[in-house]
């Protein structure tokens, strides 16, 4: 399989460059094995722009975050200025903004109409509850709730998980057919994980394994996407039924071959191709390329992505 995530800021430099408009970089290239399908996991609040200029734009999103946006090259830089939910009493009054309706996926059938026509691998795709909390509340405040109110945030990790579960639900009764699930939990950074492994099992797995029964029991296998050096959590994510792994980001430490000996017979890899050296010299490509797909192929189970996202510093010519 091949697959690849690209930043906004690099197609808006490949168009540039000869990506002709309104058509995916792997379409064009005739490579697009898989498509991800979602819905809106937002509270759907009122996006409000409250001033916006050349360098930075300031605004409300469908989350309730006051957010600025700084201007850097061709894309946006987000920084988390405020908050609508903050504590118990704030979460309270707005939890219910998290319930399904068609108008959650509404703009997504056209989509899946158009890509199973084409042929392709089709994953429901979504977040779990450890990130989008992260969004609704700030990384400090989820982590110290961590430990001084954790039922709290069991309470908002169980209410976005029953809403992921009603959207793909939504889907199934418009009559999508999914073949795999993608769904996103970011839970690492560049020296390791960004709580204990006994905070996972105690109070992330046990939404994880949720999602992943509702999955199986349509016969879905379910990758996890988490950025940063998770590999702490490895055993307790195919525990709670993850069957496939991504991106295996480099940046952080992770090479595809070591994983594919631990755990190669439990899980499906997908990624660790390092975006820099794809920024590299043609020859820092062949040479990444080689490594990477050399190790992940062996005995199946292994699809092309890279280890993030395809940032602007790359030219299309040499993506190609």
């Not at 954790?150 to 579960?165: A, G, S």
């Not at 795999?180 to 394994?209: C, E, I, Q, W």
């Amino acid at each position: 399989g091949i697959h690849d995530s690209i930043w906004p800021s690099t197609l808006e430099r490949w168009r540039e460059e000869g990506l002709p408009e309104g058509q995916h970089p792997l379409d064009h290239l005739g490579v697009s094995d898989i498509a991800r399908i979602g819905g809106d996991d937002t509270f759907r609040f009122e996006c409000v722009v409250f001033e916006e200029d050349d360098t930075s734009r300031v605004y409300l999103d469908a989350n309730g975050v006051t957010r600025r946006d700084l201007k850097i090259g061709s894309g946006w830089t987000p920084q988390w200025l405020d908050y609508t939910i903050k504590d118990r009493s704030s979460w309270e009054a707005h939890r219910d903004r998290l319930v399904y309706d068609d108008d959650r996926i509404k703009g997504a059938l056209a989509t899946y109409q158009a890509a199973r026509d084409a042929g392709k691998y089709l994953m429901y795709s979504g977040h779990i509850c450890f990130h989008p909390v992260w969004h609704w509340v700030g990384q400090e405040r989820e982590l110290l709730w961590m430990i001084e109110s954790p039922d709290l945030l069991q309470d908002m990790f169980q209410r976005f998980v029953q809403l992921d579960i009603d959207i793909y639900e939504g889907f199934k009764a418009h009559g999508v057919v999914f073949d795999g699930v993608f769904m996103a939990d970011d839970m690492g950074y560049k020296n390791g994980t960004m709580f204990s492994p006994s905070m996972y099992r105690d109070l992330v797995m046990p939404h994880h394994k949720d999602l992943c029964d509702h999955f199986s029991a349509d016969g879905l296998p379910v990758t996890l996407h988490s950025d940063g050096d998770i590999r702490a959590f490895i055993p307790m994510m195919i525990e709670a039924g993850f069957t496939g792994l991504h991106p295996l980001e480099a940046k952080a430490g992770i090479h595809v071959r070591d994983i594919k000996e631990a755990y190669g017979d439990q899980l499906v890899l997908h990624g660790n191709i390092d975006v820099r050296n794809l920024a590299g010299s043609r020859a820092d490509v062949e040479r990444e390329i080689r490594d990477k797909v050399s190790a992940g192929k062996v005995g199946g189970g292994y699809i092309y992505h890279s280890d993030h996202s395809v940032a602007p510093d790359i030219p299309f010519a040499q993506y190609t």
